[in-house]
């Protein structure tokens, strides 16, 4: 489930970075889909489990600094807060024909949350920013920030 090629969908880990004050969420913008959502991707060979491609997606594509993970069930740290499952179109330029992600999310707490210290991977991202969890630019990931509410993480 963790290989891109595993068909007909497999598993990504993806990152809700809140800022140390936890009022910010850190989102990119996707070139291939064109909106704003929450860091996040592929595991990487040698990659035990979606948390830690989630921490290194988020890493890689913004460089943000990881304070710390919070996890939604201390006794379960693999637990995510949030999946959701959806359909990625065909790539014919990488080979891949129509699957499934089913997106595994976990909440991280940033080192700092200054937009100038951001710095996005520009092969996959846009832009990388800090957004107030009501942001018009959380619309997207409004459900995953609704879960993180009603939890008693913040």
């Not at 988020?58 to 069930?73: H, K, Q």
Request: proline share 8%.
């Amino acid at each position: 489930m963790n290989d891109r090629k595993t068909l007909p969908g497999h598993i990504t880990g993806c990152a809700l970075v809140l800022s140390p004050d936890k009022t910010k969420l850190l989102l990119i913008y996707h070139k291939l889909f064109d909106i704003w959502l929450q860091p996040g991707g592929h595991w990487d060979p040698g990659e035990s489990d979606p948390l830690h491609a989630a921490q290194r997606e988020a890493e890689e594509e913004t460089s943000v600094a990881i304070d710390r993970y919070l996890p939604i069930d201390p006794r379960n740290p693999l637990m995510p807060i949030h999946i959701e499952s959806h359909a990625i179109a065909a790539r014919p330029e990488k080979s891949e024909l129509p699957h499934m992600h089913h997106d595994f999310t976990y909440v991280f707490i940033a080192k700092s949350a200054k937009n100038e210290d951001l710095n996005h991977l520009e092969s996959e991202v846009m832009d990388a920013q800090w957004f107030a969890l009501d942001a018009p630019e959380c619309f997207w990931v409004r459900g995953r920030i609704k879960k993180l509410l009603d939890s008693s993480l913040i």
